[in-house]
């Protein structure tokens, strides 16, 4: 007799739960992606990139929205991704009393040393289908900040490539031009 295995998916609440009852600690760094909850460990050189881009972020923007380092965004119930950089719509409580959904996200930025594949063929497709317009990652390993624009489907349909010496402006702000360099370090 063979006896098919079965996944079980954890959603938001289960991990909500995991962390109320001590299962996951407050310094336990995961994230919920399809069901699966991943675990992250990044290292010195993605924690300066977050650590950079919350300070040039802040800087330009001001309170014209709110930088939030790796904290969730609500896609859907099997899927809570921390992206690494949000630029989040400005709000007088700064999310206390709500979820930040892909409705208030005005960028995503994901820094990707390792993690290049993941971000790219996992998150992506979730950061398109939920409508959030604009989506960074920061290539650590090719040198190159790749920008992600006008969601359709699971996709993007504009996909461009900037390399140190670029400047670039997010489509929420443009009047704010960021240097690549200054995020690659």
């Not at 881009?53 to 991704?81: C, M």
């Not at 390792?114 to 996992?122: F, G, N, S, V, Y």
């Not at 979730?126 to 390993?141: M, T």
Request: hydrophobic share 40%.
């Amino acid at each position: 007799m063979r006896i098919e295995s079965e996944k079980k998916l954890f959603t938001s609440d289960d991990i909500n739960k995991m962390y109320d009852a001590g299962i996951l600690g407050t310094d336990d760094r995961v994230e919920l992606l399809d069901g699966e909850i991943l675990l992250m460990n990044p290292g010195r050189k993605h924690a300066a990139c977050a650590d950079r881009a919350n300070a040039f972020f802040t800087e330009a923007l001001g309170r014209r929205a709110i930088v939030s380092i790796q904290n969730p965004v609500v896609i859907d119930i099997y899927n809570e991704p921390k992206p690494d950089v949000l630029i989040l719509k400005y709000r007088d409580d700064f999310y206390a009393s709500i979820d930040r959904t892909a409705e208030d996200v005005l960028l995503v930025i994901e820094i990707s040393d390792t993690t290049l594949a993941i971000d790219q063929k996992r998150k992506l497709p979730h950061y398109a289908a939920s409508g959030i317009s604009e989506l960074w990652i920061e290539d650590l390993r090719h040198d190159l900040l790749l920008v992600h624009r006008e969601p359709v489907g699971h996709d993007y349909t504009t996909c461009l490539t900037f390399r140190r010496g670029d400047s670039v402006s997010p489509l929420a702000f443009p009047d704010v031009a960021i240097k690549v360099s200054d995020l690659l370090g």
